[in-house]
């Protein structure tokens, strides 16, 4: 049986879909972020030694990184669905897509998290300090980055209706949730029309729906 370790409001939801884009059974292992820090609880590190979300247990094997998953997955249960024919045009782009979304799209994304707990949570007396470096940053790296990003994705979604192409495959499951996290931070429907309009498409899923009924809350860190 498929075990998905689950974290609370986590790049573990997209795992969640694929199993039930795939009509395959499976159970949740539901973890709850610490309060705080918002980390995953220690738990996790006894079922992977990083204690990150997702994980995928299944026969013997313990699989970490969402995008090993998601190829474990396509390659054992999936029978050539959602997934372009090797040689193609889409098989291309879809590879691209699958590594795009953990290699570039989600550091951004996290470092624009992570500097925005640096303005709010360092400690009054030197937040001026930390706002003035974290400004810096954002200005010089994170913000042209990402945008030049999201321009991107914006216009590759410009010549088709799903990142590998005509059909839903596995690289739109990899790529919702970095588009996702982008419509925390930033006004998609205004900014990135094509951006709001795919994950309008996500969200219209019957196998979206189910997975975040079955997974719990879901609503992403800002
Ligand atoms: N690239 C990894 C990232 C894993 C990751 O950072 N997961 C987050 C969930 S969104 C996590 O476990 N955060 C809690 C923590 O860092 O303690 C993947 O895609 O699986």
């Given amino acids: 049986m498929i075990t998905v370790h689950h974290l609370e409001n986590s790049r573990s939801q997209r795992v969640l879909w694929l199993l039930e884009e795939l009509g395959l059974g499976y159970e949740i292992q539901r973890y709850e972020r610490d309060e705080t820090t918002s980390l995953a609880p220690p738990e996790l590190k006894a079922v992977h030694p990083l204690g990150k979300s997702p994980v995928l247990t299944d026969d013997g094997l313990v699989i970490a990184e969402t995008g090993a998953i998601i190829e474990y997955v396509i390659d054992k249960y999936a029978g050539g669905r959602l997934v372009p024919p090797p040689g193609s045009p889409e098989r291309l782009r879809y590879t691209y897509w699958m590594h795009m979304a953990e290699g570039t799209a989600m550091p951004l994304l996290v ?85 709001a ?26």
């Fill in 111 to 195: 470092m624009t998290l992570i500097f925005n707990r640096v303005e709010t949570g360092t400690p009054w007396l030197i937040r001026p300090i930390a706002k003035a470096i974290s400004g810096q940053v954002r200005s010089a790296y994170i913000g042209p980055n990402l945008k030049g990003c999201l321009d991107y994705m914006e216009a590759e979604l410009g010549g088709s209706t799903w990142f590998a192409g005509e059909e839903l495959t596995a690289a739109d499951v990899m790529m919702s949730f970095p588009v996702e996290a982008a419509a925390v931070r930033t006004d998609l429907r205004t900014e990135y029309p094509k951006l």
């Fill in 197 to 222: 309009g795919f994950l309008d498409r996500v969200h219209a899923r019957p196998a979206y729906e189910t997975a975040l009924r079955r997974g719990g809350p879901y609503s992403l860190l800002s």
